[in-house]
């Protein structure tokens, strides 16, 4: 079986118990939650998270019997404005600190881009950058040693800092922690050309740094004019999810598989669309 899950801020906003009554109607056992995208009160500043309210949202998704499987801090740690990108690397370090009292054991991140919105910016994947982002990553998985929790690095071909196989594996060698670990989203880090290999980079991935994998992204793309286009729900485009859910069971059994993208409106179909690609 996979362990599918669902990112909590697809289904909007509200308090802990009414955004997990709302996913518990459905067949998913877990979630990645960004508190300030799911809960009004909070925001995207330092300061705010405690052992009681991480306690509160641990509970409320419990009853419901789902896990929270990643915690989504989000930031740009090659932030171009140094004062907004310490305040970045601060509020990821609170997650950090207090991801067991939510019951979680992984906070992620992608890896930025020189401009503030994390678009594409051709000097996000300069040796400088790059630098920069090892930097960044050392002092949060220093800090994740010492809270006994990990770092999730997304990679995102084109558009970021790590752009490529080869610099994740570099960024996990010089960062050389064994808190720094992968949440792999294939769709994410195809090449925007070369999707007619889908297979072959998915194999390459599992081969190169499956054993760093702690969690799936999963989601869908078209294809036009031969570049990867699109942010879609799983099924409803060209993904080879069979053969993803292959690799998993292989590589990484009951792994938090994450369905990006869904509703509540759309998951049941989704969910019956995937659960018969799993052999």
């Known amino acids: 079986m996979i362990n599918f899950g669902v990112r909590a801020h697809d289904y909007g906003q509200g308090t802990p118990e009414q955004i997990a009554r709302l996913i518990g109607q459905f067949e998913v056992n877990n979630v ?155 769709v994410n880090f195809f090449p925007l050309d070369q999707c007619k290999h889908q297979q072959a980079l998915m194999d390459d991935a599992f081969a190169r740094f499956g054993k760093h994998i702690v969690a799936i992204h999963c989601k869908d793309f078209v294809q036009v004019n031969g570049m990867k286009d699109g942010d879609l729900p799983s099924g409803t485009g060209e993904m080879d999810h069979a053969h993803l859910f292959r690799l998993i069971q292989h590589y990484k059994p009951g792994i938090h598989t994450i369905l990006e993208s869904t509703t509540a409106e759309t998951i049941t179909n989704i969910l019956s669309t995937l659960r018969p690609l799993v052999k």
């Open 32 to 186: 990645q939650l960004a508190p300030a995208k799911s809960f009004p009160q909070m925001s995207e500043a330092p300061g705010q998270l405690s052992p009681g309210f991480a306690n509160q949202v641990r509970d409320a998704f419990a009853e419901q019997g789902i896990n929270i499987a990643v915690l989504g801090c989000y930031i740009n740690p090659i932030h171009p404005d140094a004062q907004q990108r310490e305040l970045s690397l601060q509020r990821f370090e609170e997650h950090l600190r207090f991801a067991r009292d939510f019951g979680c054991s992984i906070v992620g991140t992608e890896t930025g881009s020189r401009n503030a919105d994390c678009s594409f910016h051709p000097l996000s994947q300069t040796p400088e950058a790059f630098a920069e982002l090892v930097t960044s990553v050392k002092r949060l998985a220093s800090s994740a040693e010492k809270y006994g929790v990990i770092v999730g690095i997304e990679g995102v071909a084109h558009h970021h800092t790590v752009h490529t196989y080869d610099l994740m594996e570099q960024l996990l060698h010089e960062v050389n922690s064994p808190n720094l670990q992968i949440i792999y989203d294939p």
